[in-house]
């Protein structure tokens, strides 16, 4: 069994900064991406950032040059740094990683974590 536990979340004012981590626990083979979405009040869930195992990021449009994603493979851990945090990225942000564990035999799934509120204020 896997689990995703998130921490991090808060209230903060316009301008500042949160930083968000996931860790990873369980029957662990690897983990390939990581990645942090967010879903809004009355929105669809989005891709915020995504960390490839191998090096790659890729981040929505909105938050380019706000937030980096970090990942610490040895701990299967995930990072969110956010900066210059504006109201409109008020959401629940949701932990995601595509793992590969090992149960009589090999298998690959996409595992959730069960969200942390961000709230901006102006």
């Known amino acids: 069994q896997v689990q995703l536990v998130e921490s991090g979340g808060g209230l903060v004012q316009a301008g500042g900064s949160l930083r968000l981590s996931c860790a990873a626990s369980?029957?662990?083979?690897?983990?390939?991406?990581m990645g942090w979405y967010r879903q809004a009040p009355g929105k669809q869930r989005e891709l915020v950032a995504i960390?490839?195992?191998?090096?790659?990021?890729n981040y929505l449009d909105s938050v380019k040059g706000r937030v980096t994603i970090a990942r610490d493979n040895a701990k299967d851990t995930v990072y969110l740094q956010m900066n210059s945090l504006k109201p409109e990225d008020t959401a629940v942000y949701y932990c995601?990683?595509?793992?590969?564990?090992?149960?009589?035999?090999?298998?690959?799934?996409?595992?959730w974590g069960q969200g942390t509120q961000v709230t901006v204020s102006s």
């Open positions: 995601n990683a595509d793992i590969r564990t090992w149960s009589g035999g090999y298998a690959v799934k996409a595992y």
């Open positions: 960390s490839i195992r191998g090096g790659s990021t």
């Open positions: 369980g029957s662990i083979v690897s983990i390939n991406a």
